[in-house]
């Protein structure tokens, strides 16, 4: 059956039908609470509350418990938010956001995103400030990180602070873990859902005031996903439960930190992930595409970090990050559907080993009146190591520097400005090739270099009214895959990449006048340019036939609209919901721009019945995307609808019954991979 279009005038009226809702002035008022990023933080009024303490450590964008965050273009969502929403996956949760869309990778079975027209490689992601993406390709699959143990997700778009380091091109996204506040709390859950499918995790911790101990852990597993009643079996795919569709993730932390008092703080911190998953074939209509039948044995992920905060008697303070961070996985490419024999020439067994070494400094001072300055200092080393089954092992290392200088400079009460600039230079110190004979030679070894100057204004016309305008010039440098990689001998590597370059406007208006109410709307435009694009280029091994090769000759315009409003409607009542439009022209040549879709809309609605019982409606709805370069592979638009009914039995047990998909859509983020149809779930949730 095809899949329903969205268009365009539809999209528009259900957004404006929600955001026109009728309400009450004088309801509103009667909330004392105020609506924060992110959708709303006031979900949690009626439900068993999640835990709130925030590793203040893990923020980049402020210095200490005492300082407020001054770029207000920030979003961020909550621990309350990812229960309340069930959005367990780090994939799952930023696509409630404004901006940023859901988006998957279907040939690895790997959820990513788009922020504002920017793939994942261009916004990277950090665990407490410490940067986790993938050394050889900056692409992590955030379906890997669950989201159970985490008191906040950080997302910077655009005007994203040079304290981060190098390659936030269009944006960072940062997983800030929990901090007891509490001699003794913790959170616990279970949950069971279609698919025979099973989540548990918890959390516990204990602050003793001079020091605190924070612990977690979590386990999922799904042995399948089901396909929508409406989905017509393939070849590759014979409907019902999704072939090869399971995966199995674990978790677990622990943090020790040392408060000798008010204002120094120095955390030990660990995590480990483990993981394993199929990745389910093809089922679509594009007779190029041969299907892939792999599995992944494990997906590992291991990181050990040292946080600290240091006051220098009222005049400045120091800020340090040290940490070891680990990256290995093992990819097996079968013969057919029955995943039994490694054979044929185009199946393998693949292992990746990689590790990233690196530290940060920042220093911060208010002794310039008026001036709040800060310098950030970054050194990493990523390693990469891999190899096919009877290959010799191949190694990659790159070393990365960044220096930073932020500046918060305060006009007036109502007046302020966030200027800064960094230089980020990237160099390869081991770059090994595998030549046709099976023995390992030296690639070019290139470095290259970045600058980063932005300025963004900020006036307060009144004390719950924010204009922001920003301007930012950002870039990131090639990885390790743009540069060297054959793509399965289908391109020549390039080591003479240059950075990518964007720069990044921003306009945005938010109001806060009503007590319970928030108005958001931001006009974005990117100017891209170097962008890295695949061209067509001579074999040199054989005249008669060409290759692909990654080039800087991209001309690239991101633009659009977020449109945000949330609160309540009644004492009983809240609404939500957030608008984005984005145009994406390629000004090169005919190029398709992937996984961006045009417009996005996420509506949500809850209602409170006698404190107790309480029912959670949302959707997202998407017009359509390219899932490929030519055009030729395009995934429909789609409205997917979830519901949720809780009860709250009071001290801290909450249980959750609910249906994702509601409507049993058949849809697909990118062509040829279907989605979960309709899924019913239950959890049980408990805070002490």
């Not at 778009?157 to 960072?172: D, E, H, I, Q, R």
């Not at 989540?199 to 003793?208: D, L, S, V």
């Not at 609160?567 to 390629?586: D, K, P, S, V």
């Amino acid at each position: 059956m095809p899949h329903k279009r969205i268009n365009a005038p539809l999209v528009t009226g259900l957004m404006l039908a929600v955001l026109a809702a009728p309400f009450s002035a004088q309801a509103a008022e009667e909330r004392a609470e105020e609506p924060t990023d992110a959708l709303t933080d006031a979900l949690t009024d009626a439900g068993a509350g999640e835990l709130s303490g925030v590793f203040t450590l893990g923020e980049i964008e402020v210095s200490g418990n005492a300082e407020d965050n001054k770029n207000t273009t920030v979003a961020k969502i909550t621990a309350e938010e990812l229960r309340d929403f069930d959005r367990n996956t780090v994939g799952d949760a930023v696509s409630l956001l404004p901006g940023v869309s859901s988006t998957v990778t279907g040939a690895r079975n790997e959820q990513t995103l788009s922020v504002r027209g920017f793939d994942i490689k261009h916004v990277p992601l950090f665990l407490d400030g410490i940067p986790i993406y993938v050394p050889y390709d900056g692409y992590p699959d955030l379906g890997r990180f669950t989201t159970f143990d985490l008191s906040e997700i950080v997302v910077s778009k655009g005007f994203t602070s040079v304290l981060y380091g190098p390659n936030t091109m269009g944006g960072a996204i940062n997983l800030v873990s929990r901090r007891p506040e509490k001699l003794l709390e913790g959170n616990a859950g279970i949950g069971v859902s279609s698919g025979d499918a099973f989540t548990t995790y918890a959390n516990a911790g204990t602050n003793r005031g001079s020091w605190y101990l924070q612990t977690g852990g979590s386990y999922v597993n799904s042995d399948y996903f089901p396909l929508a009643d409406d989905f017509t079996a393939v070849k590759t795919e014979d409907g019902d439960h999704r072939n090869n569709s399971y995966h199995r993730d674990e978790k677990a932390n622990v943090k020790l930190g040392f408060t000798p008092n008010s204002d120094d703080e120095y955390a030990f911190s660990y995590t480990y992930q483990h993981g394993d998953k199929g990745v389910p074939p093809y089922t679509g209509t594009d007779s190029s595409i041969t299907p892939r039948y792999w599995q992944w044995p494990y997906w590992d992920k291991q990181s050990y970090y040292f946080t600290s905060k240091t006051d220098l008697d009222g005049k400045a303070y120091v800020k340090t990050r040290a940490y070891h961070d680990i990256f290995k996985n093992s990819l097996w490419s079968y013969d057919d559907d029955t995943y039994t024999t490694i054979t044929k020439k185009y199946a393998f067994r693949s292992w990746y080993d990689d590790y990233t070494n690196g530290a940060s400094l920042e220093l911060g001072t208010p002794l310039i009146p008026d001036n709040l300055l800060k310098l950030a200092l970054h050194y990493k080393v990523d390693v990469h190591r891999e190899h096919n089954e009877g290959d010799p092992i191949q190694e990659f290392r790159d070393q990365m520097l960044s220096a930073g200088l932020e500046d918060t400079i305060t006009f007036s009460k109502s007046f302020y400005a966030i200027a800064g600039v960094s230089y980020d230079t990237i160099e390869t110190l081991d770059a090994q090739n595998l030549t046709a004979s099976g023995t390992l030679e030296d690639f070019p070894m290139e470095s290259t270099s970045g600058v980063n100057p932005q300025i963004g204004f900020f006036y307060l016309p009144t004390e719950k009214s924010t204009i922001n305008v920003s301007v930012s010039q950002k870039t990131r440098l090639p990885s390790i895959k743009d540069r060297y990689s054959y793509k399965l001998g289908t391109a020549l590597p390039n080591p003479d990449l240059d950075p990518e370059q964007s720069i990044n406007y921003e306009v945005g208006y938010e109001n806060r006048h009503l007590k319970n109410f928030r108005w958001k709307g931001t006009l974005f435009f990117n100017d891209v340019s170097d962008y890295i694009q695949q061209v067509t280029v001579p074999d040199p091994d054989d005249a008669s036939k060409t290759k692909y090769q990654n080039q800087n000759i991209g001309e690239v315009d991101l633009s659009g609209v977020e449109l945000e409003v949330a609160g309540y409607l009644t004492n009983a009542l809240e609404i939500g919901c957030n608008y984005t439009f984005t145009q994406a022209e390629n000004h090169t040549d005919d190029t398709e721009l992937i996984n961006i879709p045009e417009h996005k809309l996420v509506p949500y609605l809850k209602y409170t019945f006698m404190e107790r019982l309480s029912t959670l409606i949302d959707a997202e709805i998407y017009s359509d995307r390219f899932s490929s370069s030519n055009g030729k592979r395009e995934a429909d638009g789609f409205m997917t609808a979830n519901v949720k009914f809780g009860y709250d039995f009071g001290n801290g047990l909450l249980a959750e019954t609910g249906l994702k998909n509601l409507l049993d859509e058949d849809y697909e983020l990118e062509e040829g991979y279907p989605e979960p149809g309709r899924t019913v779930f239950a959890n049980l949730r408990y805070t002490f």
